[in-house]
């Protein structure tokens, strides 16, 4: 199957769109979006999954631990998707890395997340942050 950028919608939360607004590319208004966040562990390394035209419109959701050292661990779907595009949905999220959250003393603790990701077609970008 040959395989295209196309862009795909992640969420975690809100996006503030006047940060997207600054960043140089989609993938770093995606971080900057969470920048100074607590409430989740915040992404500061994002790679865009690489997936076929075919699944345009399909949503994997992805359920995963973000450790203490901010790696992204035990990745599984949530729900009911075609078994390749969860493989590089999820090739691609291992990549990932995150600011841990940490308790009341600072000490970084693992921390459960949930994941959507919503394969959409925009040319000429490889990564939409969307609100979902």
Known sequence: ?????????????????????????????????????????????????????????????????????????????RNKADPDLVREVAKAVEKWRFKPMTDAEGKPHATRVLLPVHIVDEPGSSLLVAAN
Request: net charge negative; hydrophobic share 45%; proline share 8%.
């Open 1 to 77: 199957m040959k395989k295209s950028a196309l862009m795909t919608a992640l969420s975690l939360g809100l996006l503030a769109a006047p940060l997207a607004l600054q960043a140089k590319t989609l993938e770093e208004a995606y971080v900057e979006s969470y920048r100074g966040r607590t409430d989740v562990p915040a992404p500061i390394s994002v790679i865009a999954p690489q997936v076929a035209p075919g699944y345009i419109g399909t949503t994997v959701e992805l359920v995963f631990i973000v450790d203490e050292q901010g790696r992204p661990t035990d990745i599984q779907a």
